[in-house]
């Protein structure tokens, strides 16, 4: 792979980031902050954090998406801060982990700031108010990375204890803990259609399935340790990053590795971005360097090849970027394989051989065409013994050339015979059911004896003549559990025209229930899911596609009844009506609502909260969110009644109702030790209060002060 454009800097480039401007923003280890222009990598602004990153394997600093915005770990990683970019100023400082901070992260929303530590904490703070705002679950070991979901939806958070924990922000519950590797987990990224992938210090790639938490597969071929995961065009492929300078690359609808060394650079890669406009990877190194690369170059190369007809020239450009199969270009010249190898077939079996190796001779220069060309010319060496028995009726004879030749199946005296046979065990079928006809039926199929794929299916017919007239009547009835049933017990029955036409029922079902779904029509979609239910072929899907529609019904219905209880529970656990216009709609009006309340929050106004969450609060599924914003107001009413010095007894009795509420929580924590130092006097021991949680906290447990 050939370099497009680069850049070489000073210091190891530590983060890099495509802003929603459009611009490339570039960190090194020395914290310069460079904007460059994405199509020159000529540079167009910067400034200095002066924060020197010793170590940068994790996440040392992140950037909201607008650029507004950045975290950072200090130097001696024992604070994380965030910064408003414009200003420079900071507006929270993170010194609450026990040991170093280990990697931070910025929502795609920016809403919050997020602290990883080795002490396997995770603090979440306000971005607006620099306040903490709650934290995420625990892990027992150090947090290697963070990461997010595209709409914001779920954070993941990996550790060296093995584990991932995902988190849903919208509802403040934590979602899975996934457990798969037997070594730390060092790297993530969420991936579409409800999948994610991990990678572990021993190099385990797994890919999950976020419906129900079990590992889809395990990726095979990755040799060194990765350092940055993407994916890319629209989750098609798999990019991995390694510590020797190599991009793995994975097609993310089979999982096979395409490449182990599409990319070889001479550094360590520190960072890894896409380009889904321009189709480009960009590469940031442990030298500084910045290179990018067009994931499918030699595209317009083939296209001129292709003209020339210089096929073997196209082979080779695939070989070195295999990703070149995924391009139409490439397609036009499958296609044209294809059909070249159906008319050089035709000629082979009109015995002009000639004529054949001529068309084939345009690939004979690509090896893996060439091997193919050649099995086909030695396959049909005997097709002219082929012809003449099958047409001088030596069926059994030209039944063994057949499983001999696998090719002759294709062709037209192959499947003149097939039909032949299709029409004489149709018959013989019929004789059979009769109890004076099976001698005749024995008669009709007497030229296929001895050939073994159609001996055991002859004996069937005769032994089971019975099963055949069940068969029948489960048909006539539409009774399609039974029919399949019968199928599966006795596979001779496929050979009957009953099956063809059952099959290509099944088929037509699910293309009229697919067009109905496509234009909303849900009723006459159920209608036509509810028999494919019995087909095998179709029965796992069209169960999941039941329940995604009675839950869209009952969702949509729930809506224009304005029962929002309902619709706001459902589209709390379901990813799928998160994405209707519906789902946005409700959840846009619960960000502008909690962003409001957010503002009463910093306040400490718990009525103002109240006030702009009053339609959430019987609604169950919102109740972890709703504590996690009360628990704020009260902490911040906490934290000015010890910055006045109120009344010690009151502000005790304060502390001691937010932990019978929220239990003990960092915030809480924190905050006692700063009480303590206040009122050294105090003999309140947090040990031996009455301790509630956050889970078990409810709507009616509101009261205007904490110190009440």
């Known amino acids: ?84 970019t414009k200003t420079k100023k900071v507006i929270v400082k993170v010194d ?28 979440v703070m306000d971005i607006q108010s620099g306040k903490l705002v709650f934290t995420l679950p625990m892990h027992i070991d150090a947090v290697n990375d963070i990461v997010f979901s595209c709409d914001g939806n779920l954070v993941a958070t990996c550790s060296y204890d093995k584990k991932i924990s995902l988190f ?60 940055q995961v993407i994916t890319a065009e629209e989750n098609q492929f798999l990019f991995l990053a390694t510590a020797l300078g190599y991009v793995l690359v994975y097609d993310l609808k089979t999982y096979e590795q395409l490449s182990k060394k599409y990319i070889k650079v001479g550094s360590s890669i520190t960072s890894l971005v896409f380009d889904e406009k321009s189709k480009e990877l960009i590469l940031s190194c442990n030298d500084g360097n910045v290179s990018v690369y067009n994931i499918y170059e030699g595209e ?31 397609s036009r010249v499958a296609n044209l394989w294809q059909n070249t190898l159906a008319k050089a077939k035709l000629h082979l079996q009109k015995g002009d051989k000639k004529t054949a190796i001529a068309l084939l001779g345009h690939f004979k220069n690509v090896p893996a065409k060439n091997k193919i060309m050649q099995e086909i010319i030695l396959e049909y060496a005997d097709y002219d013994k082929f012809v003449d028995v099958a047409k001088g009726g030596k069926l059994l004879l030209a039944y063994g050339l057949a499983n001999q030749h696998p090719m002759y199946k294709e062709t037209p005296i192959y499947k003149s015979l097939e039909q032949r ?68 017990l006795h596979p001779f029955l496929m ?127 919102k109740y972890r969110a709703l504590a996690t914003v009360f628990g704020w107001c009260y902490m911040v009413q906490l934290e000015q009644a010890v910055a006045v010095k109120k009344d010690k007894f009151l502000i005790e009795e304060g502390i001691k109702n937010y932990i019978l509420n929220f239990g003990l929580e960092d915030q809480i924590l924190s905050l006692y030790e700063i009480f303590i130092k206040k009122f050294p006097s105090s003999k309140l021991n947090l040990e031996l209060l009455t301790k509630g949680s956050l889970s078990m906290w409810r709507p009616s447990m509101i009261v205007e002060s904490i110190l009440d």
């Open 421 to 488: 046979w299709k029409k004489a065990f149709a018959l013989a079928q019929k004789h059979a059911l009769d109890p004076k006809g099976m001698d005749t039926a024995r008669e009709i199929l007497a030229p296929y004896r001895g050939i073994s794929d159609k001996t055991k299916l002859i004996q069937d017919l005769f032994a089971q003549a019975e099963v055949y007239k069940r068969f029948k009547i489960a048909l006539g009835q539409k009774d399609f559990k039974i029919t399949f049933e019968l199928i599966k």
């Open 1 to 84: 792979m050939e370099v497009l454009r680069s850049k070489n800097f000073k210091d190891a480039i530590v983060h890099t980031q495509i802003l929603d401007d459009g611009r490339l923003l570039i960190v090194d280890a020395k914290s310069t902050v460079r904007y460059l222009d994405l199509q020159t990598l000529e540079l167009l602004d910067g400034f200095k954090a002066n924060i020197h990153h010793l170590r940068y394997k994790n996440k040392v600093i992140e950037f909201s998406s607008d650029g507004k915005y950045f975290a950072i770990l200090k130097t001696d990683s024992k604070e994380s801060r965030l910064y408003n």
């Open 168 to 227: 849903n922000l919208t509802m403040m519950t934590q979602k899975y803990k996934l457990k798969a590797h037997s070594d730390p987990v060092m790297k993530m990224t969420f991936i579409g259609h409800n999948r994610f992938f991990s990678v572990d210090k021993n190099n385990q790639g797994i890919i999950w399935n976020l419906r129900n938490a079990k590992v889809i597969t395990r990726l095979d071929g990755i040799h060194d340790d990765v350092t």
């Open 495 to 621: 050979e009957f025209p009953e099956y063809t036409t059952i099959m290509n029922y099944g088929d037509t079902l699910y293309i009229k229930s697919q067009e109905f779904l496509n234009v909303g029509d849900t009723h006459s979609a159920i209608k036509m899911i509810r028999i494919l239910v019995d087909f095998p072929d179709f029965a796992a899907e069209v169960k999941e596609m039941m329940l995604d529609i009675e839950s869209k019904q009952k969702f949509f219905k729930a809506v224009k009844d304005e029962d929002i209880v309902t619709a706001y529970n459902m589209l709390d656990i379901s990813a799928d009506l998160q994405d209707t216009e519906d789902g946005k709609r409700l959840q846009e009006e619960w960000n502008k609502d909690l962003a409001v309340a957010s503002a009463h929050a910093v306040e400490g106004d718990a009525a103002g909260i109240e006030r702009a969450l009053s339609s959430y609060m019987m609604i169950r599924s």
């Open 300 to 330: 317009e190369h083939i296209n001129t090849l292709l003209r020339e007809q210089r096929y073997e020239d196209i082979q080779a450009y695939v070989d070195v970027n295999p990703l070149l199969e995924y391009t139409e270009i490439h």
């Open 96 to 123: 609450r982990h026990h040991g170093e901070a280990s990697c931070v992260g910025i929502d795609p929303h920016s809403k919050y700031m997020f602290s990883c530590g080795d002490d396997g904490k995770t603090f």
